[in-house]
């Protein structure tokens, strides 16, 4: 009798076991790949994945769906290498199908025109950019970016430079009058000779901010890690897209460092618990059923190398490639301030030859051809 007992408890028990082992399969099948399926098969172009990684301000944030961060980023799984290309968002694409062709709209008018758009219309504008393939896109605004960093209860990070910016934006406070009478903002659009920040920061003080970062290990949550990685108009170096673009992947270490120090990747209920909070923040091109290959191939290249190209003016302070420049006259340009190839307005072959150096050799020089690096690269 208490072997019928037995057994027939443990019948219940396997039933009980199939049932929610089949409940977690149709909730997270990604899961049960990633712990089954060792093989990486995600879509290729060419023998590298190639990603383009894009970040919006969203929410109420001014200019929504602009792109504040691009950076293409080539995988390298054989040679173990990242390759990350940061583009600034004032360079002028003409053959975008919008009015505004700074690359920074591609993803926002598009977005705009129709859901989903902007992902395709952003990865083929930076694709004639860089004169390579992209892979995949992925999204993310600010309101996830901060959680993203809060989950991970914050980053460390070594601030090579220390950093004060007195005209970062206020969160809500776009609009703010300042207690500016209606007369008074009249008064201000029609005499003001341009609408540089400093100006409005002059006249809308109460719209921007002071914020400091001390050089040396900082610890930063979510909303501070955001303010360093947004700030455009640091006192000296500090306010250039290099020293920008350099920001963003210092911070894009620190995150990967923090989430491998904290096996996030090899714990399955806390990737679930990242996708849950900051599915509502991301848009991208990368399905379901590939989650689990890009957690591989994470793991795979987790010491790969990383580096680092930044297009720019590349003068000495800068020491960016030189291939781009401000044209002096506007009238083509929308009268914005804007960046254009060297070499001439919608000619990209020098940033692709660049680009292709650094994907295959790094260290290049604006022609593509490779120099002796004098320090030791990155480590990813």
Known sequence: MRKKIFVITGILLLILVVKLIASALQLSPFLVQLMFNKEISLKKSSDRVNILLLGIGGGNHDGTYLTDTIIFASLDQENNKVTLVSIPRDLWVPDLPNPDKKINTAYSDAEYMKKGGGVIVASAAVSKIVGQPIDYTARIDFNGFVKAIDLLEGIDLNVENALDDYIYPVEGKEADSCGKSEEDMQAFISTASSSAEQNLADFFPCRYQHIHFDKGLNHMDGENALKF????????????????????????????????????????????????????????????????????????????????????????????????????????????????????????????????????????????????????????
Request: glycine share 6%; proline share 4%.
């Open 229 to 380: 990685v947004r700030s455009r108009h640091a006192l000296g170096e500090e306010g250039t897209d290099f020293a920008r673009s350099r920001r963003q992947e210092d911070v894009m270490q620190a995150i990967k460092n923090k989430v491998f120090s904290l096996n996030i990747l090899l714990n399955p209920s806390k990737i679930v618990d990242f996708y849950n909070v900051l599915k509502g923040s991301i848009d991208t091109n990368i399905k379901q059923d590939e989650f689990d290959d890009f957690i591989r191939l994470a793991l795979k290249m987790k010491q790969a190398q990383i580096e680092s190209a930044i297009l720019d003016f590349g003068d000495e302070e800068t020491q960016g490639s030189g291939l781009l420049i401000h044209p002096t006259d506007l009238n083509n340009y929308n009268n914005e301030w804007v960046l254009i190839p060297k070499i001439g307005n919608n000619n990209f072959s020098e940033i692709q030859k660049y680009v292709s150096c650094e994907i295959n050799s790094g260290n290049c020089s604006i022609l593509g051809i490779p120099v002796t690096p004098t320090n030791e690269p990155n480590q990813l």
